[in-house]
């Protein structure tokens, strides 16, 4: 276990509704990591952090804004959810960049 | 973006069996790394290489970064039920921010 807790593990929703999930971590590490899982093309990074209030974006940005308040705590909003968007999302952390990345145990999203 | 050929894309062997998978990329990597990924779970570390040539290992799995850095594989000696799941290999980029991942290896073992 990483001592990464992601919320919720599972939740359905509606086409064109906001939806955040959230990430803690319990490791004080400095970066965290938003990737989506699909069939076909494996994990892809969404949105990462290197600290507090410091994001960026990754392979699959668009559609996804990223909060981070707290070292521990990484926020993932879909500001107005779409099917495309129905995927697992997982968080993952690491101590430092050019670490190895511990994933948490995802959120199965549905949107309909 | 970057795309990472990981083959076979599923694996039925029998228990005991040794298991061999690998991963190839157009790009050079500094890190190459392995996971195992259970149903319901997240991907979990398995090995992690950090120097062309690098040989690891961790129990019966064995991991090579290629010398061109393009590259690596993962063995498996005498394969048991419990390591049924898939199997990602990912690259970490020049700037250690971001892990491409191969598409996955579906492991079966017929106890």
């Known amino acids: 276990d990483a001592g990464i807790t992601q919320s919720p593990r599972h939740k359905v929703t509606e086409t064109g509704t906001p939806v955040t999930l959230r990430c803690h971590q319990t490791?004080?590490?400095?970066?965290m990591y938003w990737y989506r899982q699909d069939p076909g093309h494996g994990l892809r990074l969404i949105h990462y952090s290197y600290g507090v209030k410091d994001t960026d974006k990754g392979e699959v940005s668009d559609g996804y804004s990223v909060s981070r308040s707290k070292t521990e705590d990484f926020l993932l909003t879909l500001e107005s959810a779409t099917s495309s968007q129905t995927s697992v999302y997982f968080c993952?952390?690491?101590?430092?960049?050019?670490?190895?990345?511990?994933f948490g145990d995802g959120t199965r999203l549905s949107i309909l | 973006g970057q795309q990472l050929n990981q083959s076979p894309q599923s694996m039925f062997i029998q228990e005991g069996e040794d298991v061999s998978m690998n991963c190839t990329s157009s790009s050079i990597f500094n890190t190459w790394l392995w996971y195992k990924q259970d149903p319901g779970e997240g991907p979990v570390l398995l090995i992690a290489?950090?120097?062309?040539?690098e040989l690891t290992s961790n129990g019966r799995l064995t991991a090579q970064f290629g010398i061109t850095r393009k590259d690596s594989f993962l063995n498996i000696s005498a394969s048991i039920p419990s390591d049924v799941g898939i199997y990602f290999c990912?690259?970490?980029?020049?700037?250690?921010?971001?892990?491409?991942f191969g598409g996955g290896t579906r492991l079966m073992v017929k106890p």
């Open positions: 990912a690259g970490l980029n020049n700037a250690g921010n971001m892990l491409t």
């Open positions: 490791e004080n590490h400095r970066y």
């Open positions: 993952a952390i690491s101590v430092w960049d050019n670490q190895p990345q511990h």
């Open positions: 290489l950090y120097k062309a040539g």
